[in-house]
């Protein structure tokens, strides 16, 4: 039986898949629990429709990631923090800073797309960062932790 996946099924396909799996599993697990729905000649059209929507939608986000790691690739944030004399921060430098830091540049950024290549920035210097803007754009981002 031809079947279109609704949702990933483990072992089976991902989302929007068109699989064929024996009558008695599609007719007993797969359509009732609502996991997938039958491939109806309607049903592929409807599918087909969706996908073409779906990917001019994904294209237009990924390029306006892609405009906003070039954006980002020539600058420095600067991100200010307290430090000592000899240049030890007191705390260190986390993800939600160099967000702030960059919004206050002008790009809106989420904290939790931010990962710092170092395990913890305690001291005062020049860093390097990365940020998943999109599942396939990874923008470098340069930041310099100055004391305040």
């Given at each position: 039986m031809?079947?279109?996946?609704?949702q990933d099924v483990q072992h089976l396909g991902y989302a929007n898949d068109i699989v064929?799996?024996?009558d008695g599993y599609a007719a007993n697990y797969l359509l009732p629990k609502g996991l997938a729905i039958l491939a109806t000649d309607s049903a592929l059209k409807v599918?087909?429709?969706n996908l073409k929507q779906k990917a001019f939608k994904e294209e237009k986000i990924k390029t306006q990631a892609q405009k906003m790691a070039e954006s980002l690739k020539g600058i420095v944030v600067?991100?200010?923090a307290k430090a000592?004399?000899?240049g030890k921060i007191f705390g260190s430098v986390t993800t939600v800073q160099l967000a702030e830091a960059i919004k206050k540049m002008g790009h809106?950024?989420?904290?939790?797309?931010?990962s710092i290549d170092e395990?913890?920035?305690k001291n005062i210097g020049s860093y390097t960062a990365k940020a998943r803007l999109h599942r396939d754009v990874v923008a470098e981002i340069n930041f310099e932790v100055i004391a305040e």
């Open positions: 031809k079947i279109i996946l609704k064929n799996v024996r599918l087909s429709e600067k991100v200010g000592g004399e000899n809106e950024i989420d904290r939790k797309a931010i395990d913890s920035i």
